[in-house]
């Protein structure tokens, strides 16, 4: 919601970017489409914040592959204006729809002469690039080759629609066994991230957050292999595996009871198994614990769409005793609606709205989120909180929770049990000192050295 149309443009565009993997159906579409137009060259070009890519060519093979700055392209005209452009003659002026003269001189100097464009839009529903044809001679333009164009483009989009599954899905059997491997030879684990009651000042939860400590590569942040492991099956395993660590963790740096909880991360591919729910609540008995101690966080994703399934799943987990909270929202499509139709304990506010504090529109949106929040009776967590102002911000709001940089960055749960006994809401009332939290609670573990690379 608060990424600016550019940045959720170019963030849908790179996911059609896998060059691993291009098919010979995509250059196939591309030739179709010079021929049906009789034009001699095409492209189907990806275009994000920095830079085109072209995924397909007829007629031009040195732009086969070719990565060039976005700002030398005459398509960022085609995907900024959102609509078809001609240029009938680059070589004389006002011959075109864009009078600009550095888009002419952009053809001129490439050898070409005339250009025809239509903008692709991905599955999020943004411009991620174009299907265009060029002529090396002027080249008069009729609606007919406008009609010809759309209908091109849309079976384009379709076929980049396929094209982004496959390079996503399944893991090769070689990457899925060692994964599978790193499983259970203990080597994927969770670090935990505090979250801190801001009315007691206390850490009353922790996030479990997954890391990959691989043989060769060292320890993986899930940036670099979630996405793949999250297109197969693989991730239930992974998620179990964090659970159950978790658990351990939780037990042995609280072996009598307590009110900390254990946040773990939920993919939406549980909910297509109809036993996922007796599975968590299983390996939740295994570890000996009570589901009471388990929130569940989950983000937006199409598996995670309030269907009258996956609305059952939620209200039997809750049942069980486990909390859910709505992970991320402010950010992508983790949408207000999921809060109604979901039977929630909470949600978590995306660190691209905390970002915002102290801006007229960020402030407003904390205030409105907290009063749903205070409404609905739901638990409310301020993310990547990271500077002692963001911090005082959320410490204001009643019954609020934060979590970030501010407080911890996430650690190895051997560093857990230091933090459980500090107070840190006088530092958040009082300072103004960026490092005060730190400095009175003597809290080592906010050092970066403590985050993994
Ligand atoms: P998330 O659930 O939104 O987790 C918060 C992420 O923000 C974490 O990144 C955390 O290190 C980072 N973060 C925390 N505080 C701050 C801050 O103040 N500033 C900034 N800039 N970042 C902050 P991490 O650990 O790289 O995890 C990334 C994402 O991977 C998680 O986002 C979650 O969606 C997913 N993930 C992590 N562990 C698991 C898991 O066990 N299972 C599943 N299914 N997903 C997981
Ligand atoms: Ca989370
Ligand atoms: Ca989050």
Redesign the pocket.
Known sequence: MLRSTARRQSDSARRYLDFSSLTPALDAAAQLTAVALGFPISMINIADSDSQYTLAQHGFPSSAGSVIPRAHTICAHTVDAGRIVAVEDAGTPGSSALPDDTVRAMIMDAGLVAYLGIPIVGREGMVIGTLCVFDTEPHPVTEAHEHLLTLLAGSVQEQLSAHRDRSYSPLDSASAAEFDAAISDGDIR?WY?PIVDLDSGRVVAV????RWNHPTRGLL???KF?DRI?ASEL?ID??LA?LTQGLHDLLTWLPSESSLRLH????GVHFAHHDCVDRLITTVHDAGCDPKSVVL?I?ESVSFAANPSNIRFVAELRDAGFGIVL??LGAGWSGLERLLEFRLSGFKVD?AVTGRLGTRAGDAIIRSLHLLATDLKLDFTV????TAEQARAVAALSSARG????WS??VAAVDIPNLLSIDVSPAVAQSTEHDAIGASANLSIRNAAASPP
């Open positions: 969770p991230q996030e479990a957050l997954v942040t899930p940036d979630l999250e991730i992974l998620d964090v773990v991360n939920l993919s966080e983000t992970d991320d660190r993310e990547g909180v990271e979590q970030g940089y501010w960055r996430p």
